[in-house]
């Protein structure tokens, strides 16, 4: 199952992506599960759930994209990370901590979203072929993939 969150306080764009990518094809709709956030707040309530790819708006109130992605990665760090915007405007460490696959600028035929998709979810299926550890630790669940591990000891 693909695990997809979309973070933007505008319905009509998270009803958006859910279309494209269901149209798109890549990954099969049965394997689909969407989980929308109007927040970055919301989205951290439930980052429990180990999203496998996160659209996060860049721009709404409250916890806005930077802060949100900052607090995300402590949680989920193998989440393939999607900015969404209307304004370019992230900043260094969320560039680096949040290390986004891909920038989409909003417009209002959503060319760009078209555009990129497919990428995305070629990198999404891919991606989740790997095998990977679920850990939980200090109250917190951590996804490890196997490649990552250097060393057990039991």
Not at 55 to 67: A, I, Q, Y
Not at 101 to 113: A, G, N, V
């Amino acid at each position: 199952m693909y695990k997809i969150a979309i973070c933007d306080d505008d319905k009509n764009y998270r009803e958006k992506i859910e279309k494209v990518i269901e149209t798109e094809g890549i990954l099969p709709k049965s394997e689909i599960r969407f989980y929308e956030y109007e927040s970055g707040k919301e989205l951290l309530k439930n980052a429990d759930i180990l999203h496998d790819l996160v659209f996060m708006d860049m721009r709404m109130p409250g916890l806005d994209g930077n802060k949100s992605v900052l607090k995300l990665r402590e949680y989920n760090r193998a989440a393939i990370l999607v900015f969404c915007s209307g304004y370019f405007e992230p900043t260094s460490d969320s560039i680096n901590i949040g290390q986004p696959f891909r920038y989409i600028m909003k417009d209002l035929h959503d060319r760009s979203l078209k555009r990129e998709i497919p990428a995305i979810l070629s990198k999404v299926k891919l991606h989740c072929g790997d095998s990977s550890v679920t850990v939980t630790s200090a109250g917190r669940v951590i996804r490890i993939y196997t490649e990552d591990i250097l060393y057990i000891c039991l």
